[in-house]
């Protein structure tokens, strides 16, 4: 029987997404394989972490495709932004806060091409005078972040309707950035 390495990392995201002290014990045990199978594909935690991180990034990768940011108005593109980045957020949330992606001089590239990416979105947002010039785009990119974090976890929870993710997290961001007319 082969393993399907995408399938047991999907089952790591989904459980790590809601309980991210799980051991390797419960990774293995939500992936249907037994613990020695999974660390022969993945060292340790901080192996499948980092498998976890490069599946993460490359989902984001394809929303921000998929989101078309060049097109129509920031508002829209915004909107079509968080629908693509909706299905992983959860993932996206999870590797946000796990600190050890962070430690080191080891950040992967990945990161830094998320950010460029979802910065230039708010500055050319900017540079058309659809958003705040006061609020930096690193800013607005990193409340992008914390807003999608923050809309996974209480979702997850069951704090908040599944079907207001999108229009929550939008209308937020829009309400804290959208420049107005006085400006």
Known sequence: MTLDRDQVLRSAAALLTRKST????????AAGIGRATLHRH?????ALVRALEDLGIHEFEAALDAAALDEGSSEEALRRLIAAVEPGAG????LVTENQLFEGEELNDGWNRLDARVSA????????GEFRIDLTPAWLTE????????????VQAGRVAGKDFQYMIVELLLGGSRRSVEQ
Do not use: H, I, N, P
């Open 22 to 29: 799980a051991t390797m014990d419960e990774v293995a045990r």
């Open 91 to 94: 993932l996206l949330s999870f």
């Open 42 to 46: 993945f060292a340790g935690r901080d």
């Open 121 to 128: 979105f708010f500055r050319r947002g900017q540079e058309r």
């Open 143 to 154: 409340a992008l972040y914390g807003l999608v974090s923050t809309g996974a976890w209480a």
